[in-house]
């Protein structure tokens, strides 16, 4: 049965456990991979990786060159950076918080990647869970989010938020819960070739 319709997994808050982003991350890149670090605690050791090194070496040097200019045509009215939100069940640091004229907020996010013509799941659904965030903390309406693509020249994509986006992000976290707190063994990624790069990949198909 899927997990999306374990009732309940729907109603669980899990008060000692809260999701991050991070989760939601590694749960769209594989399952197995939120299950081998957070129910087995076999750490990613993910610093030692280039692209995470070299993402986090110029994140604060893009930050600062801030492209006001950019924001200036979305209507952007204020900002917030660096702000830490939680609600139940759910935490996380939103890089910026951007009020909008039209009475809405939106989540900005940057990412040390290039833009190759469209927006990555993952990449949309780290918005959509900084709009959950954003909406339970300052109850205003996210429907849009943008993502800063630095090796693109700081190129800024708008990315739509929909209500369907939210209900998916909410089977996502029932499905972390399930995984996390039941220690259940989920499917691996239907896209192989992801597990090239998965440092789980030498114990993933082992008997557990």
Excluded: W
């Excluded at 456990?17 to 299950?35: D, K, N, Q």
């Excluded at 750490?43 to 070299?54: I, S, T």
């Amino acid at each position: 049965m899927d997990s999306r319709t374990d009732h309940n997994d729907t109603e669980s808050t899990d008060s000692d456990f809260s999701v991050t982003a991070t989760h939601i991350l590694e749960y769209l890149f594989c399952p197995r991979f939120t299950y081998f670090e957070e129910v087995l605690d076999i750490p990613e050791r993910q610093g030692k990786r280039f692209k995470v090194q070299k993402g986090r070496e110029i994140h604060e040097e893009v930050r600062k060159q801030n492209p006001d200019y950019l924001r200036k045509k979305f209507g952007v009215k204020d900002k917030k950076s660096d702000v830490y939100l939680s609600a139940t069940g759910i935490r996380g640091i939103v890089d910026e918080v951007l009020f909008l004229d039209e009475g809405t907020a939106a989540p900005l996010d940057y990412k040390y990647a290039e833009y190759k013509e469209r927006s990555f799941k993952n990449h949309r659904f780290q918005l959509v869970f900084y709009g959950r965030l954003i909406q339970e903390n300052y109850d205003v309406p996210v429907r849009k989010g943008f993502l800063v693509y630095t090796r693109s020249r700081n190129k800024l994509v708008e990315v739509a938020i929909t209500e369907k986006m939210y209900a998916e992000l909410d089977g996502i976290i029932r499905d972390l819960r399930r995984i996390i707190r039941r220690g259940f063994y989920p499917e691996p990624t239907k896209y192989r070739a992801r597990c090239g790069d998965c440092c789980y990949r030498n114990i993933c198909e082992q008997v557990i």
